[in-house]
């Protein structure tokens, strides 16, 4: 599989280079440019909206509760890795980039990422249980809705 992976990333130049140069046949020199210039700005925008504040948690979580606290902090990953790719100059990461950018290939992702590591999967919905210690949680009042909703 390593073996697979660095083949993979041996090839991943030569193939930026064939697929910029025919985007450059399909739509010209400068627009081929222009469009690598603004994704790599997207890319460093989606990377300061992903910013400190998650990688902090990122390094948070995995101080503190190793694995099973990561699998909440899967998806800010994800998130911060397609900048990067987005940043990076290439049509193909910058596809790949975007791919990660919406949020239902992000959750798969993560989620098979998940089961690889072995994170137990989260249960929600109607009749899981959720333990917590009793200063993971505090009691809030029900709001009283108006009448007639």
Do not use: C
């Not at 800010?76 to 950018?101: E, K, M, N, W, Y």
């Not at 009749?127 to 809030?140: F, I, K, M, N, Y």
């Amino acid at each position: 599989m390593a073996k697979r992976i660095a083949i993979a990333l041996l090839l991943l130049p030569a193939a930026e280079v064939v697929v910029f140069l025919l985007v450059v046949w399909a739509i010209g020199f400068f627009p081929a440019l222009g469009l690598m210039i603004l994704t790599s700005f997207a890319g460093g925008l989606v990377l300061s909206h992903a910013g400190r504040g998650r990688i902090a948690h990122v390094r948070a979580a995995m101080r503190q509760g190793g694995t099973a606290q990561m699998a909440t902090e899967t998806d800010g990953v994800i998130f911060a890795v397609s900048g990067i790719l987005l940043l990076l100059p290439g049509f193909i990461t910058d596809l790949v980039g975007a791919g990660l950018l919406v949020r239902p290939i992000r959750s798969r992702l993560a989620a098979a990422i998940g089961r690889a590591v072995g994170i137990p999967r989260a249960a929600t919905g109607p009749g899981s249980v959720l333990d917590l210690a009793p200063d993971e949680w505090q009691s809030v009042p029900d709001r009283q809705l108006p009448k007639g909703r």
